[in-house]
């Protein structure tokens, strides 16, 4: 039997297109779930950012991370069998299973903005709605033809869509922002409701228990309710003001909502009344889903996965995580060896490179801002109310050391075994600013130009007595000034030596005496200096990001990371000349530390940890857009199957079948014929390949045989 190629190219191109990021913490991953959806009692889907799928084949207990081949944010999915699915996201994403979410084809929908939801009335007939990023265009689409090709039927201008449902095959509902529209002819029109209560913003989730009675939750704890098919609408009192997000009901009286802050609301009586349900989190869900009258699951932010299987009494969080705090700053002393600290008093240690991270009493529940070590066993944290802890026992125990204020400290660094710096304040209006400095390790600290204006974000040494910070302060006309600072007396005096007007600095780090770095913000973009003699000057080299620049971190004179806002983790080279994304999150990351060069560690928001062996990669590669020109049906199948060419063009075409082992076991010839049939009442149950090619193309499909 001939193998084929393609097969044993696709595998390795998958094996080294994914993560070169693993994820550490939460377990399997922590990006935002934003939809999930049950086939049957035990097998579910769930979908999030950064292109996130995940799969339960155990009612939920566990979830398995399958490659989407994608990196877009992901709204939502539908299945409408067991093995055919459909996901869609931002920028037009639209993505199909045919294998129970083995593996996803990504299909052309021929729209650029994100598309919020999904749903099919039957096998062939599906819509999507969405928005633009901004709101100024909304559409639906609809495909008549199981996905392979979309039609924007309507578009609106200034009009954000969030959710679509169709109580049969013909009636619709869609909603979004301060509107509801419905459809009873399968989309060729839609009905703008405009009776709405004048409260009403933005409207996120549309459900109905009948043809008649529907739900429709939004912001600010808006549930409205109609008996009549959508005529009228009344706003039923939800009891709270946190937003919703989604709902479900399991029959015509019993309901769930959730949203914002961990809010889940429960209804037994149609929606008259709702009670709050008791869940350990304050994190925003996003998504509910029942699969029967007890059992439900919740999605939300940091890859929360909660289920219950009492009706919601009870929550259980199904998601390995050693902590949720945000994690502000990690050290490791070597390379199995790795420390960790946060909010709430966090303090994580790993003795084996990361595998397990147990989390150290630190003794306080303030949030921990920075950690050093001068040595294996010895380390310094600073945390927002002026604490400095010290370890001398490898983070065994940690002591309080007298620091001599209240304000917040944010950085701290030494020099040498005893001597070292912590700076902060508050940089609030008034000259609060920090640096304080020890000379015994700890012991007793000094304040060093008491006063200072800017509240100090970061410091670094070059040498023992060659240091710079960076910070800045509001002042009174509600401008942000900031300011480079430098001493070369081992912090007796500093002086201003940069300050970029209305900017916030950050973070700074040096790869020599002379080559520095410093990241920061102004009201436009965050942005990236550099000097090369010493700070003497800086030069912007015009890294303009859309958000906040938290780190910056270099591994040698050429290769640096930075962190920031939206899960960025920016790589550079060439000592900072150019900047790849290499990010598989969109949590917020404040902190990165390399082991040696090549294994790395980054934590953020939501106790993100993630590692890196390979210099940090770019996470994925994603798949181009596949237009299909052939269509196979029925699929599965048992008796024969029948292949379209979609274009309707005659052209000689080759049809081969190949099993899972890549053997080609059948393969037929033909003609001028836009429908093609091939008997495959001999094959044994089980996925095949089809590979179907002409003169111009050659697609690759998949079939399933019962």
């Not at 009675?213 to 003001?241: A, N």
């Not at 080759?654 to 053997?663: A, Q, S």
């Amino acid at each position: 039997m001939k193998k084929y190629l393609f097969i044993i190219y696709f595998c390795i191109h998958s094996i080294f297109a994914f993560s070169q990021w693993v994820w550490q913490n939460p377990l399997p991953q922590g990006n935002s779930l934003h939809s999930v959806y049950f086939t049957n009692a035990n097998t579910g889907y769930a979908v999030g950012d950064v292109g996130t799928i995940l799969k339960t084949i155990d009612g939920g207990i566990t979830w398995t991370v399958i490659p989407s081949g994608v990196v877009k944010n992901l709204s939502s999915l539908f299945f409408t069998n067991a093995i055919t699915g459909y996901v869609v996201g931002e920028s037009g994403t639209i993505l199909k299973t045919i294998d129970a979410g083995s593996t996803w084809t990504k299909i052309s929908s021929g729209i650029s903005y994100r598309l919020n939801s999904v749903l099919f009335t039957d096998f062939n007939t599906g819509y999507a709605v969405g928005n633009q990023t901004y709101g100024e265009e909304g559409g639906i689409l609809k495909t008549i033809n199981g996905g392979l090709t979309w039609s924007e039927i309507e578009s609106f201008y200034g009009c954000q869509l969030y959710s679509i449902l169709f109580t049969d095959v013909n009636t619709g509902y869609a909603v979004g922002d301060k509107i509801i529209l419905k459809t009873v002819n399968a989309g060729l029109s839609w009905t703008y409701y405009t009776e709405l209560p004048s409260s009403i913003s933005i409207l996120r989730s549309v459900c109905f228990t009948n043809l008649s009675t529907g739900y429709v939750v939004g912001d600010y704890g808006e549930c409205l309710k109609t008996i009549d098919s959508g005529l009228t609408w009344i706003l039923l009192s939800s009891g709270t003001t946190n937003g919703l997000n989604s709902i479900y009901f399991i029959d015509n009286n019993t309901g769930y909502a959730v949203g914002e802050s961990g809010k889940v609301l429960k209804t037994i009586n149609a929606g008259t009344t709702w009670t709050a349900l008791t869940i350990f989190t304050s994190d925003n869900l996003f998504s509910v889903y029942f699969t029967d009258a007890i059992h439900g699951y919740l999605m939300g932010r940091y890859g929360t996965v909660y289920k219950t299987s009492n009706g919601g009494n009870t929550w259980a969080y199904v998601i390995s995580s050693v902590t949720n705090n945000k994690l502000s700053s990690v050290y490791f002393t070597d390379p199995n060896t790795g420390y960790i600290v946060g909010g709430n008093g966090t303090i994580l240690k790993t003795i084996n490179g990361g595998q397990i991270w147990n989390e150290v009493s630190s003794g306080t529940t303030n949030n921990l801002s920075s950690i050093f070590f001068t040595s294996s066993g010895t380390a310094y944290v600073v945390s927002n109310s002026g604490n400095i802890l010290k370890t001398i026992n490898a983070g065994m125990t940690w002591m309080g050391l007298p620091s001599g204020t209240t304000l917040p400290l944010n950085a701290v660094f030494f020099t040498d075994s005893l001597t070292g710096y912590a700076v902060g304040g508050e940089g609030i209006w008034r000259n609060d600013g920090i640096i304080l400095k020890t000379s015994n390790g700890g012991a007793s600290w000094s304040a060093m130009q008491s006063g200072y204006d800017y509240g100090l974000n970061s410091v670094y040494f070059t040498d023992a007595n060659t240091g710079y910070a960076v910070g800045s302060y509001l002042n009174r006309n509600l401008m942000t000034d900031c300011a480079i600072i430098k001493t070369v007396d081992a912090g007796k005096t500093w002086t201003t030596i940069h300050g970029p007007a209305n900017s916030v600095l950050l973070s700074i780090y040096f790869t020599d005496a002379n080559t520095g770095y410093v990241v920061g913000s102004n009201e436009f973009y965050s942005f990236l200096l550099k000097t090369l003699d010493g700070g003497t000057t800086w030069t912007n080299l015009n890294l303009k990001f859309p958000g906040y620049l938290n780190s910056v971190y270099f591994v040698n004179a050429d290769t640096g990371y930075i962190l920031g806002s939206g899960g960025q983790i920016l790589k550079t080279t060439n000592a900072g000349s150019n900047w790849t994304s290499v990010s598989n999150t969109t949590n917020n990351m404040f902190s990165i530390y390399f082991s040696d060069a090549n294994t790395g560690y980054a934590v953020g928001s939501g106790g993100t940890i993630l590692k890196t062996t390979n210099g940090g990669g770019n996470f994925i590669k994603e798949m181009p857009t596949v237009t299909s020109l052939f269509n196979i049906f029925p699929n599965p199948a048992n008796n024969k199957i029948r292949i379209e060419n979609i274009k309707k063009s005659a052209d000689e075409t080759f049809v081969m079948i190949i099993n899972c082992k890549g053997e080609q076991i059948k393969q037929d010839h033909f003609l001028n014929m836009n429908l093609m049939e091939i008997d495959v009442r001999n094959l044994s149950g089980g996925l095949y390949i089809v590979k179907i090619q002409t003169k111009d193309t050659t697609e690759v499909k998949k079939i399933l045989i019962d």
